[in-house]
């Protein structure tokens, strides 16, 4: 039963099935997996102040966002201060110097995502504003990533959003805020994936000739 | 004997020394000498390695391949093919080179990267893995706590979602290591999400397993939890030793099929959650942006696709003779079924032969008896998997997607062989 539901899971890529068959799943592994139904008894139980530290996920709800606040105002000191060195005072792609390499343009891009040259940034692109304070407390500055305070980090946000014209400049930003700010390109994706999108077939014989999309276009 | 019958003998001595040399990959002229009419093949003279002692065992405690074969490596991705202005290294990528290798695992040594903030070097004494969120128990887990799990040992490739992103739009990729190298396959050993699950006790509102690794990025992706329980791995070896530091030492997360990204490496934590987290690498990253502006989100399975990796690019053919066509061929959604290939651009096409057992989510050699007489050809693969699936050409994906969707190119692939032998990358 478990292994025909999780057929047609595949099938109708329906990732978000009732939960129920999450526990029929879980009781009905593949085949050469060895059976056991008891617990192992193996790894230590801990609460989460053992691992407070690693639990860094921002969610879309605001779940996870520490206490702090920023303003654009500041937050525009601490760009010039850790990120204009690789993002250029600009926010965009490539900037001179010994740092010249290929950085992800932070601002711009409005209404260019149905054009033939989009160009998809925080502002253009992005559908949570959360996820930006969640990618700058993982991983940012790329050299010294966790080295801002988290007010820092609502600073910056707040600039980012300022920068892609979303928020003013004194719009002061915190865990009660950051989630309710509604991204330009919130209904900008598409679920579940519906591929298969393509119709090809096995041709073995006398079947067209496959030349480059490029010349397609041009015709 | 006749003279006619010592002409006869000769045609066959030659025309079997041709198709010899053909086949070894000699040119014809480094055998029979540019301008000579007769062949000159000098006696064997005894080399200096049949005459001294070699190495002695053990003069590499961990062996390496012969010096001979150096060119043989990982590449960096260059102005070539991304955008003029290289990535910097530390979240950057390299590329396997498919054309030397040999059956369907990827030496280890080999594999493909593609990191986000370098290579840690993490002391696996001190490694954790935290298992929280929606289970009955929250636990911590060091790496022999894992190891002490019921194993399984599975193969499997990995491919980056970006592999071939280069090609969309024209042939760019100047050989299949370019165009097709963010792709290997290894035997991994590691135990069952879901034996994992089961030791914390999964709540029944979970809906997602977020797994982030311990590199200075910290990178996290979500996973359906259906998805997770039925095939996902975490993993502590490839092909029988520990895993590289470049794939994820000491602790990885398989998703068998599903897209390179979502291997987390190094994996530190695994939240179990009734949303996911939509971080960057499932938001502004990791999504396919179609025509209209709207971009597919969670398009997480690697489509059956497939490539030959000899006679390709930048390879020359050398005389005219027998030549087996290979490469390989693999889906995210299960076995290969079908290997087509294709010596006149597509036209007309005959089955190959797959190498078996084939395996599920893995990749699959294939291989096509051909005479090449001297003409110019455009070679192509076509895959089919298990669920009936045909790979698309590019002009059919674009037709769909546009050419702006960046991931997930697995249309077929041209290889154009030239008059004088040589192969380009080129729809002829």
Known sequence: MAQLLILMAKHVRLWLLAPALVLASAVCPADDIPMHDARLHIGTAVTSEVFASWNITVFRDGAGLPPGSGNAVAGEKTFELHCARCHGPLGTRYIGGNQHRNYPSLWGGKGTLNTGEPVQTIGSYWPYATSVFDYIQRAMPFWNPKTMSDNDIYGLTAYLLFRNEIIDKETIIDKNVLHRINMPNRYGFVQPDPRPDTQAVRCMQDCPPIKAPGILKAR | ?428
């Not at chain 2, 200075?216 to 996902?232: C, E, G, H, K, T």
């Not at chain 2, 050699?365 to 007489?373: L, T, Y």
Request: charged share 20%; aromatic share 8%; proline share 6%.
């Open chain 2, 1 to 428: 004997m006749t003279k006619q019958r010592k002409d006869i003998d000769r045609r066959r001595f030659l025309q079997g020394l041709g198709t010899l040399v053909a086949a070894s990959g000699l040119g014809i002229n480094q055998v029979f000498g540019a301008n000579s009419r007769q062949p000159v093949i000098e006696p064997l003279k005894v080399p200096d390695w049949s005459r001294q002692q070699g190495r002695p065992a053990g003069s590499l405690r961990y062996g390496q391949p012969s010096g001979y074969e150096s060119r043989v490596q990982r590449i960096l991705t260059s102005p070539v093919l991304y955008d003029q202005i290289p990535p910097q290294p530390s979240s950057s990528w390299t590329y396997t080179p498919l054309q030397d290798l040999h059956g369907s695992i990827t030496p280890n040594g080999l594999f493909y990267e593609r990191h986000h903030a370098g290579i840690p070097n993490i002391d696996p004494r001190e490694h954790r893995l935290i298992v929280h969120g929606l289970v009955g128990q929250a636990k911590m887990f060091t790496m022999a706590d894992i190891k002490r799990f019921p194993a399984v040992t599975r193969t499997h490739f990995i491919e980056c979602s970006g592999n071939t992103d280069t090609e969309w739009e024209k042939p760019t990729g100047r050989t299949v290591q370019e165009t097709h190298g963010l792709l290997s396959c290894a035997q991994w050993t590691g135990v069952p999400l879901n034996i994992l699950l089961k030791e914390c006790g999964i709540k029944g509102s979970a809906g997602w397993v977020l797994a982030e690794g311990a590199d200075a990025a910290n990178m996290l992706r979500s996973v359906p939890i259906q998805m997770a329980l039925d095939d996902v791995l975490l993993v502590y070896a490839q092909n029988g030793e520990a895993l590289r530091p470049e794939q994820g030492y000491p602790l990885r997360f398989l998703v068998p099929g599903g897209e390179g990204n979502m291997n987390v490496k190094w994996l530190r934590r695994l939240e179990i959650s009734d949303q996911p987290a939509q971080s960057r690498e499932e938001t502004s990253k990791y999504t396919d942006l179609m025509t209209n502006g709207l971009a597919r989100q969670f398009t997480f399975v690697m489509q059956a696709n497939s490539v030959i990796t000899q006679p390709s690019g930048s390879q020359n053919l050398g005389g005219h003779g027998f030549y087996e066509i290979r490469g390989l061929a693999w889906s995210g959604n299960g076995k290969i079924s079908h290997v087509d290939v294709s010596v006149d651009g597509g036209r007309n096409w005959q089955p190959a032969q797959l190498q078996t057992p084939v395996e599920n989510k893995a990749l699959t050699v294939f291989r096509f008896p051909w005479e090449w007489r001297g003409q110019g050809h455009v070679l192509f693969s076509r895959a089919t998997d298990e669920t009936g699936y045909v790979q698309p050409t590019r002009t059919e994906l674009v037709k769909v997607r546009g050419s702006h969707s960046e991931y997930h190119n697995n249309g077929l692939q041209p290889w154009e062989v030239r008059i004088d032998g040589s192969v380009i990358n080129s729809y002829g």
